[in-house]
């Protein structure tokens, strides 16, 4: 058994009752490897911002559980290496699916882990996600739960349609499950593919697709029967449109690849929503950026020429989210 307090880590219960006070959300950036790593440690610290780091089921098969534990030890030491006197980092576990996996997790050092039963019927939903709480807040480990379904995939279960969180249930869930925070659905959903263009309009400012708003009247219903209570959003890629033009410029394909327009993040972020989590735009990123150098330099072939580049335009896309969109720049003790 490790506790997460010994690498330097910390959960999330601090930080989410901070970032609602502030009206700003933590930013849960998902890695998989050192570059993004690399990338996102950097950017928190520039811009002295708290930080989650995610690990999903597929980070855990690709890149092995212990290792990413370590990485994110040795993120900490790196953090202080660049000079943040005391990082705030969360080691978090995305998606859990399972009581043995979030147990796992726990036991070699994770500060954090979500356990996803939004696809069970309620009651199972409870049951499951009370049995990771109990075990858990033993070590002091935050829980997230979730209520309500995302459109797209969430490692291997996905779902054609949405469905929205029903405000109903939110005060039975909290309640009797002891969860720290809660993901809710209202509209976000996984991957670069959030909207069909059918439902979308043209800005004709831009030309750009603007698809429809999230529900925030559920948001609103929820932060109703849960004064305070933390609130988390997946599938908050915005999928910048100019990532996309690269990729496809050299090479790529993405068709209507479409995201969460960045002014609908940053009034949730003003909310009771303090965890907004962000991976696509990472993927898009790094691609774009990969892309561009095996174009332009095709004799290139030392992998630190074209991941260097990539590792760069990550930080860039991670700092412009901590300070543009969810605003938790600067929230660092000194
Ligand atoms: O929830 C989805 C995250 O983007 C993780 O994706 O399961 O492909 O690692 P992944
Ligand atoms: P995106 O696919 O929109 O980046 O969502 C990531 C996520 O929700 C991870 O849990
Ligand atoms: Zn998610």
Redesign the pocket.
């Known amino acids: 058994m490790i506790n997460y307090k010994d690498l330097g880590l910390v959960n999330t219960r601090e930080m989410f009752a901070k970032a609602i006070k502030g009206g700003y959300a933590i930013p849960a950036f998902?890695f998989?490897n050192m570059e993004q790593l690399q990338a996102i440690v950097k950017a928190a610290v520039e811009t002295k911002s708290p930080v989650i780091l995610?690990v999903?089921?597929?980070?855990r098969q690709?890149a092995n559980q212990t290792l990413l534990r370590y990485m994110a030890e040795g993120a900490v030491e790196y953090a202080k290496e660049l000079g943040c006197k005391h990082p705030e980092i969360v080691l978090h576990l995305?998606?859990g699916d399972t009581f043995e996996t979030c147990k796992s997790c726990i036991d070699m050092g994770f500060s954090s882990v979500m356990i996803d039963g939004s696809h069970l019927p309620y009651e199972e939903n409870v049951a499951l996600t009370k049995k990771v709480v109990d075990y858990a807040h033993q070590f002091d480990v935050t829980v997230e739960g979730e209520l309500g379904v995302l459109a797209g995939?969430?490692?291997e279960v996905s779902a054609e349609h949405h469905t929205y969180t029903d405000p109903e249930e939110v005060i039975d869930f909290a309640t009797r499950t002891g969860c720290d925070s809660l993901a809710i659905s209202i509209g976000t959903s996984?991957?670069a593919y959030k909207f069909k263009p059918e439902q979308c309009h043209v800005d004709p400012k831009t030309g750009r697709l603007v698809p429809p708003p999230l529900a925030f009247e559920v948001l609103d219903a929820v932060m109703e029967k849960l004064p305070g209570f933390p609130i988390v959003l997946?599938?908050s890629s915005s999928v910048p449109q100019e990532e996309v033009e690269t990729i496809n410029k050299f090479g790529g394909k993405l068709e209507a690849a479409i995201g969460i327009p960045e002014e609908e993040l940053r009034k949730a972020a003003k909310s009771a929503v303090c965890k907004i989590?962000i991976?696509?735009d990472s993927r898009l990123a790094m691609t774009a950026a990969i892309r561009k150098v095996f174009a332009e330099k095709p004799a290139e072939f030392d992998p630190r020429k074209y991941l260097g580049p990539a590792r760069d335009n990550m930080e860039k896309m991670y700092m412009h989210k901590i300070i543009n969109v969810l605003g938790s720049d600067g929230k660092l003790a000194e």
């Open positions: 998902n998989n995610q999903s089921k597929g980070a690709y995305d998606h995939v969430e490692d996984h991957g997946h599938g989590n991976d696509s």
